[in-house]
């Protein structure tokens, strides 16, 4: 099992797969997690906090930056094994709650993580009574921190601040990963980046969010994909990835963004057409002809 590791005072990271999840709070004190992970991976949180906090430790709440399969998967696992409630942002909420589906994500950004979202659910989790709205100046067993409205990833995004020392949990607000290339993906090589770009669905509000987290000039930086960073040059690099920060050239939400409400979404954009699933149906066709005439069994006696 992969242990937490303290990456500020008080602050654990946890990698879930290719996610991650924060522990805010001490042993023996009140405590917060902070998104978790992907779905199917309640044990592994249960099994680091434990080690953390000791055997039957719960946190005071569940907070999710957003409501992502893979921030939010093992969300109610967790909230029913700990009973605690599941905080986010009221915006966040339709999606959480089963009224609203997510925006679709948009595959013609261009990109690895953009030809991964064509299999990547979009759907919304129902997580019932268990779900509450942070309210102004409220981050529930944190105390010292702070919660900011950094819309354009999902409609009701957040990202949770310390001023005390600068720590800064981004969610997918931004990356320190590069997720739009296939060789970023694997290497997991250190960066500021995009995060998540097929799934941004407003970009204007998603580099206003960047120029709002860079103004912090953080120490630490926690971000929903990607290792923490903690090193000197980190305000002013992240400052220059905020002015440098770029929309895609073309895709679905670029020039329009999606329309949503506290009931959730309210229109789209029309969806560009998308190429891939149809040469991908092509290839399944010609696999089949090829089986069928048994092409393939004389390759293989061959």
Not at 5 to 21: C, E, K, M, Q, Y
Not at 48 to 62: D, L, N, V
Not at 63 to 88: F, K, M, Q, R
Not at 238 to 253: C, D
Request: net charge neutral; charged share 20%.
């Amino acid at each position: 099992m992969r242990s937490i590791t303290r990456i500020a005072p008080d602050v654990g990271w946890l990698p879930v797969s290719f996610v991650n999840v924060y522990f805010i709070g001490r042993p023996g004190g009140t405590w917060a997690l902070v998104d978790a992970g992907l779905p199917g991976r309640a044990n592994q949180i249960l099994e680091a906090a434990e080690a953390r906090f000791g055997a039957g430790a719960r946190p005071e709440a569940i907070l999710l930056t957003h409501g992502h399969w893979d921030h939010a998967g093992s969300a109610l696992d967790l909230a029913e094994t700990w009973d605690v409630p599941i905080y986010a942002h009221r915006l966040e909420i339709p999606y959480l709650t089963g009224k609203s589906d997510y925006p679709p994500p948009d595959p013609t950004v261009g990109g690895a993580m953009a030809f991964l979202s064509r299999f990547m659910p979009s759907h919304a989790r129902d997580f019932g009574e268990r779900v509450c709205e942070l309210h102004p100046n409220e981050v529930p067993g944190a105390a010292g921190w702070e919660w900011l409205a950094t819309p354009g990833h999902s409609p009701g995004h957040i990202s949770f601040f310390r001023p005390s020392d600068r720590v800064l949990l981004a969610g997918d607000a931004f990356a320190t990963m590069t997720m739009d290339s296939w060789s970023g993906l694997v290497t997991g090589k250190r960066t500021l980046s995009r995060a998540g770009a097929p799934f941004n669905t407003d970009w204007d509000a998603t580099r206003l969010s960047v120029k709002e987290l860079a103004k912090l000039r953080p120490n630490v930086v926690g971000c929903g994909n990607g290792i923490p960073r903690c090193d000197a040059e980190l305000p002013a690099q992240l400052e220059h990835f905020a002015e440098r920060f770029r929309a895609p050239r073309t895709g679905r939400y670029v020039r329009h963004p999606a329309r949503t409400d506290e009931r959730g979404v309210v229109s789209l954009p029309p969806a560009p057409f998308d190429p891939i699933p149809f040469a991908t149906a092509g290839a399944l066709i010609l696999a089949g002809i090829a089986l069928g005439a048994g092409y393939l069994d004389d390759q293989r006696r061959k």
